[in-house]
């Protein structure tokens, strides 16, 4: 399973951006999918997950009400709209698919990893 993730730019803080994640393959159907990210210099971190038909949301507190996942199992598709973007979200997103139908905040739950994408906010 090929997971591409796109939509990442440069926004200035308060901007919005869309990231999107393209599986190659429809075995991500029954899969958790989340989105990771990883600033320069700094450990990987969780930033949002769902379960295998979305229903079931987590994120980490420092998205909370800025930032919502969702997905399209019908087009294998993931997607993180980021809204309130600040300098800190600043960091390269990658999409995972979870080796189970849920999704959690440990890295080692995810078998299949994205690239990712760049996401620069500036202040």
């Known amino acids: 399973v090929q997971l591409q993730a796109s939509g990442g730019g440069s926004v200035q803080a308060g901007g919005s951006l869309r990231l999107s994640c393209a599986a190659s393959?429809?075995?991500?159907?029954?899969?958790?999918m989340a989105w990771f990210r990883q600033a320069p210099g700094k450990e990987r971190e969780f930033v949002a997950g769902?379960?295998?038909?979305?229903?079931?949301?987590v994120y980490a507190d420092s998205v909370k009400g800025r930032f919502t996942i969702s997905r399209d199992r019908t087009r294998n598709m993931v997607y993180l709209q980021m809204n309130s973007l600040r300098p800190e979200d600043t960091a390269v997103y990658l999409c995972?698919?979870?080796?189970?139908?849920?999704?959690?905040?440990?890295?080692?739950?995810?078998?299949?990893w994205g690239q990712g994408t760049q996401v620069t906010v500036s202040s």
């Open positions: 769902c379960n295998w038909v979305g229903s079931s949301t």
């Open positions: 995972a698919a979870s080796r189970t139908a849920s999704a959690g905040s440990s890295r080692t739950a995810y078998r299949y």
């Open positions: 393959r429809n075995t991500i159907s029954n899969n958790g």
